[in-house]
């Protein structure tokens, strides 16, 4: 039994303390809030207050954990990856800012002498999408890869409102993946284009059709990691039609800007005001639903053939599909690490952590369960 310290008691870490209570191990669930820890610990676990955006305080909690998960804004990743290599415990968080994993990733050597394993974006996308697409990639076999794409969406079971959309997460994430350019692989080539752009549709059985465009982080560092092999690549986010452009227009106005402005005597961000009116004026908590899809297509032999991947989870009734879909590839990544079968030491991303024969099994005893698709012509 190992000792895991699970940070932030949000809706992630609530699901991450309670599926690695179930694995067996002793955690503890700290957050600034004690209610929020002593909630998310629940019956079996134990709770601490702790406030992550002073790592130094972290320190009694550290010094005892086998393993970290964290569930805190991406924004405090840098800060708690270095207090847990400093206290020898491996760590896993969600990640999502492509600047905040950078970073981290130059903390490699640190973790690798420290003898313990680091893997930022760990959770749904980036994360066990990558992983799907890292596994359709291979299964190509050797030789170029011409197209890689990940398609991914947590939204509810029935669209809500104008935007079709209910608050899954926090609204500064949310507008964090819709602001910040995204990185794709053209030509082979890597480069950046704008969020909410390049709009295609999309039939999904049982579903109906989506629209899915471009966001920021969900590719981790895949296209800088497969520049060289792969000629295309790209990530998309899939909502009901209508929200993307909405929220387009809104980056196009200048919504989205960081920059105070003046209003009277005030001095105010647009995106301050923006991310209060989505907290304040967006519906949550109906079920929910996540789609996933990865697909890389490949010219072998004179012909071009496919490999795929797709989940479809919904809420189980505990919690809610983006929860699980998140926080349990984190902590089936967590129970492998600590039970030695994946990762060495050092920073890698999830994809570079384990593969998708070793983690997918261990999703499929909580309902979360891929569809694979063999690498066969196309159209066939």
């Known amino acids: 039994m190992s000792d895991v310290l699970v940070l932030g008691g949000g809706i992630v870490g609530t699901a991450a303390a309670w599926d690695l209570a179930r694995r067996g191990h002793r955690v503890t669930v700290a957050d600034a809030d004690p209610e929020a820890a002593r909630n998310a610990a629940g019956p079996h676990g134990r709770h601490a207050a702790a406030d992550a955006s002073d790592p130094a305080s972290l320190a009694d909690l550290l010094e ?20 847990a290599i400093g206290a020898g415990a491996h760590y ?7 600047t905040v994993v950078a970073a981290q ?63 899954a997460f926090s609204p500064e994430g949310l507008v964090n993946e819709y602001a910040e350019p995204c990185e794709v692989l053209r030509d082979g080539a ?9 709009f295609e549709e999309i ?11 471009h966001t920021a982080g969900g590719s981790s560092s895949l296209a800088r990691r497969w520049q060289g092999v792969v000629t295309h690549l790209d990530y998309k986010t899939l909502r009901y039609p209508g929200h993307g452009r909405t929220f387009r227009a809104m980056y196009e106005l200048g919504l989205f800007d960081e920059e105070p402005r003046s209003y009277g005597r005030a001095r105010i961000a647009p995106r301050t005001v923006l991310i209060d009116a989505l907290a304040a ?35 189980d009734g505990r919690f809610s ?5 998140t926080a349990f590839p984190a902590t089936a990544l967590a129970d492998l690490i600590l039970r030695g079968i994946s990762a060495r030491p050092g920073v890698r991303t999830m994809d570079e952590a384990v593969d998708a024969a070793t983690l997918l099994p261990e999703l499929e005893p909580l309902g979360i369960v891929f569809d694979r698709h063999e690498p066969r012509p196309t159209g066939g």
């Open 64 to 83: 005892d954990a086998d393993l970290v998960v964290s569930a805190v804004p991406y924004r405090l990743g840098l800060g708690v990856t270095e207090a």
């Open 92 to 98: 896993l968080d969600f990640g999502g800012n492509p």
């Open 105 to 167: 990733v130059g903390l490699d050597e640190a973790a690798a002498a420290a003898g313990v394993t680091v893997v930022p974006d760990c959770g749904l996308a980036p994360g066990v999408a990558n992983v799907a697409a890292a596994a359709d990639v291979a299964a190509l076999g050797p030789g170029p890869v011409d197209t890689v794409g990940i398609r991914v969406g947590a939204l509810p079971q029935e669209p809500v409102g104008a935007l079709g959309y209910q608050l």
């Open 190 to 198: 890597l480069v950046t284009v704008e969020p909410l752009t390049e």
């Open 203 to 213: 039939a999904w059985p049982g579903i109906g059709t989506l629209e899915a465009f």
């Open 281 to 315: 004026g967006l519906a949550s908590g109906a079920p929910d639903l996540v789609l996933l899809r990865t697909r890389a297509s490949a010219s072998r032999h004179g012909t071009v053939v496919t490999a795929s991947h797709q989940m479809v989870d919904r809420h």
């Open 321 to 325: 599909a983006l929860a699980r879909t």
